[in-house]
């Protein structure tokens, strides 16, 4: 499986944007997905992830309510939906997959299939 993501850019703090991930490749619906940030001197951290069927989702704690990761099946897409951005939101994004089965859980971590970076970055 190989991993495109677009979508980032440079927006004003309180502005949004949406990310999107396209996967291709053979067996492409049984990753579950994850978008995960590094900004500057900082480690990289787990942003949102959603299953593979689409039907659980993950946010970590400094995105709730902001963020929506959403996937669309039928294109083998995934969406982050950035909402109130913030400074602190400024990083490079990378989207991930990591194959389960359908009764695991959310991964957080493991992921082994990383997409490019997407560079976004919001001004006070």
């Known amino acids: 499986v190989q991993l495109q993501a677009s979508g980032g850019g440079l927006v004003q703090s309180g502005g949004s944007l949406k990310l999107s991930c396209r996967a291709s490749g053979p067996n492409a619906s049984r990753y579950a997905m994850g978008w995960f940030r590094q900004a500057p001197g900082m480690e990289r951290e787990i942003v949102a992830a959603?299953?593979?069927?689409?039907?659980?989702?993950f946010y970590g704690d400094s995105v709730k309510a902001r963020f929506t990761i959403s996937r669309d099946i039928t294109k083998n897409t995934v969406y982050l939906q950035m909402n109130s951005l913030k400074p602190e939101d400024t990083a490079v994004y990378y989207c991930a997959g990591k194959q389960i089965i359908l009764s695991a859980g959310i991964p957080t971590t493991s992921y082994d299939v990383w997409g490019q970076g997407t560079q976004v970055t919001v001004s006070s």
């Open positions: 959603i299953h593979r069927n689409g039907g659980s989702t």
